[in-house]
């Protein structure tokens, strides 16, 4: 039975498991998570843009962090972002996910949607899967009722895209197989495209980006396959449907209709080879897919280092994305 504490520090001696500092599982399966980000950075919040919270699922006490340019009269597209974390750390909260969504309501012109999800291992597969279905419904809920005129009164509900950082992005991806192409079960939320940001994929045989890459990689092997073992199906392995879109037991892909997604991924990225391979595939099967590598860069280039100059063409691709498959 695991227990979980918000204490920074632990006086047990027992071996344990770290991620990022802010996540300690412990041998006696009790887990201690730091109430402090792994990101430690200034918020530059100066009014540009409003934001709130609000509660999606009360059931599990789940909000999400809304974004929209404080200035603007006009109906803007919304823009989901689903932040990452190995499906084991993270949140909406988090400086580094602010300032990003802070820099994409202003750069796409849109209203930004970012929600959070349980986390492993208190909550494994598919908990983060689940919250993120939720968080969809919850704006089609919105659409219908008209009630939350801050949010209704400039959102484009039949202009909607779905993005994702890393486990996020892998949430992105299980919504699109889900919702299928032109998402029906939401009207009338009407789902335009998918944006994947180095999404977190995996599998028993390693690729050749995860099996060379450097140990000093922002995200490494040891790291990846820690994520894994502390996210997936007790019993389970890294061939699970939810996380290899094409292992022996998943889904065959080939038939499923998808709307257009956008692929992104650092050239230094050990996800690098899994995200090229499924766009790949999603391509030769007729779908309208776009994959952009950005070489040399590392995971999480684009919240780690936003003003750079690879974080800044990133923006413009996916603020063209947005205006070629906008309504």
């Not at 009269?73 to 974390?85: A, D, E, Q, T, V």
């Amino acid at each position: 039975m695991s227990s979980t504490t918000t204490e920074t520090t632990s006086s047990t001696s027992l071996p344990y498991e770290e991620c990022r500092g802010v996540l300690r599982v412990y041998s006696d399966g009790s887990i201690v998570r730091s109430s402090k980000p792994s990101f430690d950075v200034p918020v530059h919040d100066d009014g540009s843009v409003a934001w709130k919270d609000v509660v999606f699922d009360h059931t599990n006490q789940l909000q999400l962090r809304l974004y929209k340019p404080a200035a603007s009269k006009s109906k803007l597209p919304i823009f989901y972002y689903i932040h990452g974390g190995g499906f084991c750390i993270g949140s909406r909260a988090w400086p580094n996910c602010q300032n990003y969504c802070f820099q994409l309501a202003l750069s796409l012109q849109a209203v930004i949607v970012s929600p959070d999800y349980r986390l492993a291992p208190e909550h494994r597969l598919p908990a983060a899967i689940d919250d993120g279905f939720a968080a969809v419904k919850w704006l089609q809920a919105q659409a219908l009722s008209e009630e939350d005129t801050w949010l209704t009164d400039v959102a484009d509900f039949g202009n909607v895209f779905i993005s994702g950082d890393s486990a996020g992005g892998n949430i992105a991806h299980n919504l699109a197989v889900q919702l299928g192409a032109g998402s029906p079960e939401l009207a009338p939320v009407r789902v335009k495209g998918y944006v994947l940001l180095a999404p977190f994929f995996g599998g028993t045989i390693l690729s050749k980006s995860e099996a060379e890459g450097p140990k000093e990689a922002f995200l490494n092997w040891e790291l990846i396959d820690r994520f894994w073992r502390l996210s997936i199906p007790v019993g389970e392995n890294t061939d699970h449907p939810l996380v290899n879109p094409f292992g022996p037991f998943s889904r065959s892909l080939e038939e499923v209709p998808f709307d257009p997604i956008l692929v992104v991924v650092g050239g230094s990225d050990l996800l690098k080879d899994r995200a090229a391979d499924y766009a790949n595939r999603l391509k030769n099967w007729g779908n309208k897919i776009e994959y952009v590598e950005f070489e040399g860069k590392q995971h999480g280039f684009f919240t780690i280092d936003p003003d750079s100059e690879a974080s800044k063409a990133l923006m413009l691709i996916v603020k063209r994305f947005i205006t070629e498959n906008s309504s």
